[in-house]
């Protein structure tokens, strides 16, 4: 049988992080802290463990009202997701934060590398998704 992340609970997450799922962006998938991620960068991590898991709802929920696309594609079976890279967090004030990361996929043999900058904001008591920037090297 095909081993995925979703079999278990406590594999190691899809964001990269040596703590199991569970303990990591799975907290904040669903459960009592259901949303709840306390920064940019663990919502960061969050939103790439819900893209390798197919959360549509979760990345939607996450994305802040006034650049939220109406749907999401899911992954189709040729796509494949490599990895996450965290190159920094920046809180800008209270409410605003940035966060640069490498996420690396293949997508029908075709290596794909986003390098982002990405811009959070703080409203509700919930961090969201704004928006991000491609960095060019
Ligand atoms: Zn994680």
Request: one cysteine or more.
């Amino acid at each position: 049988m095909k081993k995925s992340a979703r079999t278990s609970l406590a594999a190691p997450c899809p964001c990269g992080n040596a703590a199991a799922y569970e303990a990591c962006c799975g907290r904040w998938h669903h459960g009592e802290r259901y949303l709840q991620a306390p920064d940019a960068e663990a919502l960061m991590r969050s939103r790439y463990s819900a893209f390798v898991l197919d959360k549509l709802d979760y990345l939607l929920k996450t994305w802040h009202a006034s650049t939220r696309p109406e749907s999401l594609e899911g992954n189709t079976p040729d796509t494949k997701w490599l990895g996450l890279q965290i190159r920094g967090h920046r809180l800008q004030d209270a409410t605003h934060a940035t966060v640069e990361f490498v996420a690396r996929s293949r997508h029908r043999g075709q290596a794909t590398r986003m390098h982002e900058i990405s811009r959070f904001v703080h409203e509700g008591g919930r961090w969201f998704y704004l928006d991000g920037e491609f960095v060019q090297k």
